[in-house]
């Protein structure tokens, strides 16, 4: 069974404070790791997708990287409007051809001005 | 970026009525289509998946005869909540996935369920 551990739970930065969220995952065959950026009462937004092993890619303020059990995503000065919950997903072979998803519980991210 | 809708935005019923809601893949087709509820602070948790043309496929504890899901077309899904009690209070959201979305999912604004 899949399974994705974000940490930490929450996170309060000041405006310009550089950090990293983390999740960590388990997956039979990585077909793909997600991240998503959720505001309260709205479905995710569609951040990234990492596919193997040392690849990067970034968004602005956002970049997000990936190893074999773990990925980041690293926020560059961040500013109040990037206070949001965010959410790692894995997808993996046991999805089959259907392309399920596994989450994990987010990291909400509030950044002070 | 593909976008998904969904209808209504927020709904309250009584409990023992039935209530429908709408998942659309407006500028692309969606061959697979994800039902997800979410509880405050928590997570998302897949409840279906389901194709077009078939029937969908339930996640273990889902209840199939509750939560009635219909995938008629390429860019229409339904989830109808029957028989709802307060226990179905939640936010539920639709995610939608295709060969021209590059097959990510991407999801709908959700709907709140409030059931009284």
């Given amino acids: ?113 | 970026g593909a976008v998904v809708s969904q209808h209504p935005s927020w709904v309250i019923c009584k409990s023992g009525t039935s209530v429908k809601i709408e998942c659309r893949s407006l500028d692309f087709q969606a061959t697979t289509m994800f039902w997800y509820r979410q509880f405050p602070k928590q997570s998302l948790m897949l409840m279906a998946t389901s194709n077009e043309g078939s029937k969908a496929t339930y996640e273990q504890g889902v209840e199939k005869d509750k939560f009635l899901i219909n995938h008629a077309s390429l860019t229409l899904s339904t989830l109808t909540v029957t028989s709802a009690h307060p226990e179905d209070s939640s936010f539920y959201i639709c995610s939608a996935s295709g060969e021209l979305a590059g097959y990510e999912q991407y999801f709908g604004p959700g709907t709140r369920l409030t059931v009284t």
Avoid: M
């Fill in chain 1, 1 to 113: 069974e899949d399974q994705v551990t974000q940490s930490p739970e929450a996170l309060r930065l000041q405006e310009g404070e550089s950090s990293s969220l983390n999740c960590s995952y388990t997956v039979s065959g990585l077909r793909g790791l997600f991240w998503y950026r959720q505001d309260p009462g709205k479905g995710p937004e569609f951040l990234f997708t990492l596919y193997s092993a040392g690849e990067e890619k970034e968004k602005e303020r956002l970049k997000a990287t990936l190893t074999k059990k773990e990925s980041f995503l690293h926020i560059t000065a961040p500013k109040p409007e990037d206070s949001a919950t965010y959410l790692c997903a894995v997808r993996g072979n046991s999805g089959g051809s259907n392309y399920k998803l596994t989450f994990g519980k987010g990291t909400l991210l509030t950044v002070n001005p």
